[in-house]
């Protein structure tokens, strides 16, 4: 067993036997090592690994001894804990605050209460009061007053697991305060809802109590335009449904695209060149598309008719004009063409 593990478990045992207290101070490192049967090195490193998780408070003795004290609230060691599951929830605000209600609607179920848990209550709402309340003081006040509402049930664990949730309501307040209208109005109204919530616990009236409570919550978040439903199971909030899609093919015409293609438009996107390249052969149209183009210049390729002597031409007018070569015009960049051939293709239609 660890050794920090084996003091740990003496401290238990001390509480369980009501011979040390939360608050209380330990026999320096030097005894406490004889009572847990451990060196005093090893239990110099326990106390100091026991401090760091935040259940020890360490000062220094008399001849550099270790004076070890107890915290009187051991479950705030666990709040970094609660703050990762909170950071991993799909919604960490509603989390918090069902929390919170379910644990403190218990707490004011009554209506046997810790009466010393209702003076603690008064001094926190009176401190509220003063004008000269700093922001961060009034935030630290009003998790100490959630915590209390959890002891009046006198059950430990619900003020220790509030207690644990500190850190994160006081964090949950300061991100409302730049989206409230204005934070004195705010702050009044508070001042006046947990005082009603003592008030209506201590008349007995648990049912009005936790009403309160619950309005409190809800109007705290809604103000700043956060809607709170504890109805609604968080499980069911920000589902992700991951589907696979096809990838389009880059392809410039795809091979099972059941769309028309215009001969006219497909014969000039194969002749587009890059600029200054010889153009390939060209092959005279076929088909339709020479029906659709007897009788039209193509725009880079011009093809002579049948060749004529001077002589046929001088008997007869129609005859053919001599034979010219096949001329190729590479200056013309691929736009002209694509343009060009277009425009053919719905003349001709």
Known sequence: MAHHQQLLDWIENELINQTLHLGDNLPDDRVLAREVGISQNHMR?????????GVLRLYEGRKKSIIA?????????????????????LSPRQDLLATCLLLENHALTGPDYDQSAFEEL????E???????????????????HIQLGRLSGNALISALLAT??????????????????????AS????????????ARSGDAALAQTLLKANLQERFAEAGHSVDF??????????????????TQELVPEDWGGPIEPDLFEALTRIQPMG??????????GSATRRRQGTVSPVVRVASTTASPEARATDPHAAEPARAVEEDPGEDAAAVLREGYECATSDR
Request: charged share 25%; aromatic share 6%.
């Open 165 to 186: 949730l500190r850190d994160a309501m006081i964090e949950a307040r300061f991100e409302l305060v730049s989206q409230v209208p204005l934070w004195s109005a705010t």
């Open 127 to 145: 401190a509220m009061q003063g004008d000269a309340t700093s922001l961060s003081d009034f935030h630290d006040l009003e998790a100490d007053f």
């Open 231 to 248: 109805e609604t199971p968080t499980r069911e909030a920000g589902r992700i449904n991951l589907e696979p899609i096809e990838v389009e």
């Open 122 to 125: 008064d001094r926190i709402v």
């Open 189 to 200: 109204r508070l001042r006046m809802e947990y005082r009603a919530i003592v008030d209506a």
């Open 69 to 89: 004290q107890l915290v009187r609230e051991p479950a705030a060691s666990a709040g970094p804990a609660i703050s990762l599951y909170l950071a991993s929830s």
């Open 277 to 286: 390249a010889a153009p390939a052969s060209a092959q005279p149209p076929t």
């Open 45 to 53: 490193e326990s106390l100091k690994h026991c401090e760091e998780i």
